[in-house]
């Protein structure tokens, strides 16, 4: 099992940023990508971000590139989301995820472990 607890969300103004964190603790070894996803009220979850545990590899949504940017410490066991210039339609919970095989990096059922959330709120 690996556990994750998320933090960082908030409420913002447009234009603003907000930095989310994902610590991640047990079975650690077994992470092969973390990735982020959102889930606003009346739609489905969608994908975010990813990065590969090991090389550091990331992917975005098209509607995130050059906004947000993941990263990783692997000491600390912690994954992050920058969130710059952030616009009212980025309001969601956000949810921190652990694949541990290589499938298919924006697919929700390819994600083995899930944190709790924490709601981003941006505010025109």
């Known amino acids: 099992q690996v556990q994750l607890v998320e933090s960082g969300g908030g409420l913002v103004q447009a234009g603003g940023s907000l930095r989310l964190s994902c610590a991640a603790s047990g079975r650690t070894f077994s992470i092969y990508r973390m990735g982020w996803f959102r889930q606003a009220p009346g739609k489905d979850r969608e994908f975010v971000a990813a990065i590969t545990w090991s090389g550091g590899t990331t992917y975005y949504a098209d509607s995130v590139k050059g906004r947000i940017t993941i990263s990783r410490d692997n000491a600390k066991n912690t994954v992050y989301l920058q969130m710059n210039s952030l616009k009212p339609e980025d309001t969601a919970v956000y949810y921190c995820?652990?694949?541990?095989?290589?499938?298919?990096?924006?697919?929700?059922?390819?994600?083995?472990?899930w944190g709790q959330g924490t709601q981003v709120t941006v505010s025109s």
């Open positions: 995820a652990v694949a541990r095989n290589m499938l298919r990096v924006g697919v929700r059922s390819d994600y083995d472990y």
